[in-house]
């Protein structure tokens, strides 16, 4: 995909490492999670707003679609104008390794729990786009001292500009340190990414999935063996199997089919 490696410098808050890596497109930072933590505190005190994507194989799937529209564009300009952009998917560095491409792996609800564990503390701001009462209240409990405000979009928010606007007005006059885009993805990205744009919001926002409701226990998240196996997939599909079988047996496996593609043509 042309362009999608190049991440232009007046869009970031703080520089990118020196360099990234190149696969399918995308430009990867090689940081390991205490380093991508540190660069997110970085941004996080900016006057400037920025936002992190973390590509897995859904992610790739939807930057490559077998028919472009009007969404692919914006969710292609949103992962090219990303801050910072690490890899999410143990089957993506998988994929690198077999092009003799090394990629160090920060998995989002890795790096969202870790924050939550180690980072954020008493006079940090965290703003919510997604999820119900009860997430905020179990986030107040289980880690009290940040402080929260929490916006609940409806359903199909893309296809309500309204809605988009409303939470990028939230997110400008909330001034918070952290933002958590917790209603999945492309949505998290493309409205990041007008957050961008609007050139009045602050903070760092992170697309973070369902790595929140992780953290409270309202999902179960796959133990640790399977996610060193690669096999986090597989557990979330048994335990989502109607909402999430045509993602993983259908969909995902069309990154064979774009890693193959990109190989003929030479490029990583």
């Not at 801050?83 to 390794?97: E, N, Q």
Request: charged share 20%.
């Amino acid at each position: 995909m042309p362009g999608l490696a190049n991440h232009p410098s007046e869009k970031t808050t703080t520089p990118l490492p020196e360099t990234t890596i190149d696969f399918l497109g995308v430009a990867i930072a090689p940081l390991n999670l205490e380093q991508a933590l540190d660069r997110v505190d970085q941004m996080a005190r900016s006057d400037r707003f920025s936002y992190v994507v973390t590509p897995n194989v859904d992610h790739f799937v939807n930057l490559y679609p077998e028919v472009y529209d009007v969404r692919t564009k914006a969710f292609r300009d949103a992962y090219e104008a990303a801050s910072l952009t690490l890899c999410d998917s143990r089957i993506v560095r998988a994929l690198a390794r077999f092009a003799g491409i090394e990629l160090t792996v920060v998995p989002g609800s890795d790096m969202t729990a870790a924050l939550f564990q180690k980072r954020l503390g008493q006079g940090d701001q965290v703003a919510i786009i997604g999820g119900d009462k009860s997430l905020l209240n179990d986030l107040s409990r289980l880690f009290p001292k940040p402080s929260y405000v929490q916006h609940i979009p409806p359903m199909g928010v893309l296809n309500k500009p309204e809605a988009i606007s409303d939470i990028v007005q939230f997110i400008e006059d909330t001034n918070a340190h952290y933002v958590l885009l917790a209603i999945g993805s492309p949505q998290s990205e493309i409205i990041a990414h007008k957050c961008q744009q609007s050139g009045k919001c602050s903070g760092v926002a992170l697309c973070i999935g369902a790595s929140l409701e992780f953290i409270t226990s309202a999902k179960k998240r796959a133990p640790i063996w399977m996610q060193k196996a690669g096999l986090e997939w597989s557990f979330r599909l048994l335990s989502e199997p109607s909402r999430l079988w045509r993602r993983y047996l259908v969909e995902g496996p069309r990154i064979f089919k774009i890693f193959l593609a990109h190989n003929k043509s030479g490029k990583p």
